[in-house]
């Protein structure tokens, strides 16, 4: 009988693991989709060959099975010319990001960012594959082959993970009930906040008090009856709410049931997708329609496919095609596809942002505004109550983007610096990026103010500690290592087009823009958001405003900071901005 062979261990006893993750793999699978089934002994969706994840250890199983078929989406050449490919795929890309960014809630727009393709690479069994291709031959669809493999694919994981469960009787129950219930709670809270209050009134009667909680489950109750033990489930509920995006217990509570607004949105999925194949066929002249005959049985029955394709039932096992027919034109008939805009004419009060702003931040976006400002805008409004600023912080949040994109990232990926640098940016950036890539320092040379005298560091301690600090804040701190270290000044030149005047000398401190920003930012709320007389200090709510106008337009990097950690360097920025 052999041994098990002992793991070997590391310096803390731990054992050690020599996997290493082949990221190149995992980023390809990532654009690959695994198309499902549904296992109707289990009642549950599964994907084909058992296949979890794409890669190559279960990719190695599953490609021995005879009906493994792989399909490549958009495929280019790996040399020119290759402009053909290019423009035809983007012609399906623009055609998924028209019709269906509704349907398939494409985020991209609200992130500011452009929509791409979800996957390159689908998997499923050969004789579904030949049945797709058979449906897409009959209805003379081969120019959008990619395009409909991918809208199935995207469908069919939508449909198998978001929308399915909900279409449960029990979980449409709880979609409708929401709103009621929610009432309730506020009513609770309400007792509670006036009972805790109580003592400050001066009233005669006292309120009533929280005798006690019933837990009720399938299999009994559980009634708390120590009032403080019930005032607890209270008080923490309150808490969690009053910490939530508006900070605010009432304005969170009441919002409750729109998140079950995106459940009833996964309840409308099926139509939506069946008015956006409908657009994408019609609009785009796949199939010919007429004012007589807007829904021929043609391309109902085609539509009826492609949703089948994606698992959502269109009628009974065996039934007529002509039923399907009909669903489909009944669908169309009863439900509108509500669409959504990725811009919007929005007027700020330039005069005023004038005041406070440089010309060239405010001049750097038009009126035209992206999704991602105008949702970040209504929601600084309303968390803080300045609604009537609302246009102007469109604005602003528009303009922080524009900008952001020309100032970044001169440190670890370019930017617009490239090699216009000079020498001593280039010594720090070889420094910097050094030690991030673990090389060590074998000597310093520095001076002190007022101290003629040129001092060195070669001993290793000292010289591993000034490593690990550049490490941890060039780490957590990117945006003082990586924005805006070469002055540059960003104007806009016309339609889309931009100025970048870049120095040859590291900004000053108290010059970079993120300084000049919160300083002008900070003054603009004074003026125009003023906290009245009786409250002494407006920083308190200023910093978090103009911390959250920073942290969501990315000046960060990513969004993973805390918004304590974005309003201390906004404190630390502001005091920077009225030093000399």
Known sequence: MSEDKVPEKDFKGDDVINYKSDWAEIRKSEFTYVFHYYDEKIKHYFPHFRLFSSIKKEMKKAKKDAEFFKRKLYWTPDHPPYDFYIQFHNWQLLLLSDFFKEVFEERAFQYGHHPNHKYFNVILPKSKHDEIMNCINDFELLSIRDLLFEVISIAQNNYVEHIAFWEQPEM??????????????????????????????????????????????????????????AKEFIKHFKSHYDNLQYKNWRFDLARYPDRFEENYKKQQFKYNLTKSLYNLFTVAKFFPVTKSNPTPNKLML?????????????????????????????????????????????????????????????????????????????????????????????????ALREVNSHIGHQMFMGGDIKRETFDEFDNFKTLVKGVRCKKKVTSIKFKLEGDDKEYELQQRLPLYIIEEAIKEYSENQQVEVDTDLIKTKVTRTGEGSFSIEKGKQFAQPNERFMVRFVKAFYDYLLKEAPMGENHSFPSLKYYPIIAIMLKQTWLFYHLRDSEEFVIAKVKQWHKLSHTA
């Open 172 to 229: 449409q129950k709880l979609v409708s009930s929401a709103e009621k219930e929610t009432q309730k709670v506020i009513s609770v809270l309400d007792k509670f906040d006036k009972k805790d209050r109580e003592h400050f009134t001066a009233k005669s009667k006292p309120l009533p008090d929280l005798l006690h909680i019933n837990f009720v489950f399938a299999d009994g109750t559980i009634k708390i009856e120590h009032s403080w033990l």
């Open 302 to 398: 085609c539509i009826a496919k492609i949703l089948e394709f994606c698992l959502i039932p269109v009628a009974t096992e065996g039934e007529l095609d002509e039923n399907k027919i009909k669903t489909i034109r009944n669908w169309l008939k009863r439900n509108e596809l509500k669409t959504e805009t990725n811009f919007a004419e929005i007027t700020p009060n330039k005069a005023r942002l004038l005041k406070y702003f440089e010309p060239e931040f405010v001049n750097v976006t038009d009126k035209i505004k992206r999704v991602d400002a105008i949702n970040l805008g209504y929601f600084i409004g309303k968390r803080f109550k300045i609604e009537n600023l609302t246009p102007d912080l469109i604005h602003i949040a528009q």
